[in-house]
Nanobody, 124 residues
Framework: QVQLVESGGGLVESGGSLRLSCTAT????????LGWFRQTPGNEPDEREL??????????EYGDSVKGRFTVSRDTAKNMVYLDMNNLNPEDTAVYYC???????????????WGQGTQVTISS
């Protein structure tokens, strides 16, 4: 079982910056991909948008809308993943969820875990 706890959300003005943090606990977490998704009002959980993710080998991927503005990183020793968000705009307003994705296990397939979410609000 994996547990994820986010912190760092809040209200900032357009053009500002925020850093989100997520602490991951559980067995095998070091071989999981860790990242961030976001969900805007009116969207269902299965419509969450990929923001950024980083694999166990350190390879990062980003959603198109955040490339060049957001940076994802992980501290393997602390089992933490971070999201540095710069040049924020009102369209970035959403609940941000930490996500852990397992490798494709032979018997269980790919396992997904989610944090409780943290609200990020950008004022214009």
């Amino acid at each position: 079982q994996v547990q994820l706890v986010e912190s760092g959300g809040g209200l900032v003005e357009s053009g500002g910056s925020l850093r989100l943090s997520c602490t991951a606990t559980g067995s095998d977490i070091r071989i999981y991909s860790l990242g961030w998704f976001r969900q805007t009002p009116g969207n269902e959980p299965d419509e969450r948008e990929l923001v950024a993710a980083v694999s166990s080998s350190g390879r990062a991927e980003y959603g198109d809308s955040v490339k060049g503005r957001f940076t994802v990183s992980r501290d393997t020793a602390k089992n933490m993943v971070y999201l540095d968000m710069n040049n924020l705009n009102p369209e970035d307003t959403a609940v941000y969820y930490c996500n852990a994705r397992s490798p494709n296990y032979e018997h269980f397939g790919i396992l997904y875990y989610w944090g409780q979410g943290t609200q990020v609000t950008i004022s214009s």
